[in-house]
């Protein structure tokens, strides 16, 4: 069944509900395009909060090797394996990025 906009002055209906529907049927495309834009920058920003959040805890965890590994053997291991997750982490956020731009396309194209 076919959905049905409410009348412009329905009384069942609260204002603000109905200027929400009948806005979001007929919101102008530049409107929906910064929204989509806006979205996209959300979703860059969280990407590089992990990668941030990721460094923080490699810093955490090297100080914590150097404080307490005494071993250079021990010392260079422990080097060795942050040095590989860190270059994961780059290699997922790069990964994560190289994404971002075709979903913005396939966001735009969708409003248009």
């Not at 956020?93 to 913005?104: A, E, I, T, Y």
């Amino acid at each position: 069944m076919p959905r049905v906009a409410p009348a412009p002055l329905d009384a069942t209906q609260p204002l603000m509900h109905w200027w929400l529907i009948s806005w979001s049927h007929h919101a102008p495309p530049m409107a929906r395009l910064q929204l989509a834009w806006l979205s996209m920058a959300g979703e860059t920003l969280q990407a590089e909060l992990e990668f941030f959040g990721a460094c923080a805890d490699m810093q955490r965890r090297w100080n914590r090797c150097l404080s307490h590994e005494k071993d250079p053997q021990a010392l260079g291991e422990c080097y060795q394996s942050l040095v590989k997750e860190m270059t994961d982490a780059q290699f997922q956020r790069l990964h994560r990025v190289s994404q971002l731009p075709n979903d913005f396309r396939q966001q735009v194209w969708e409003e248009l």
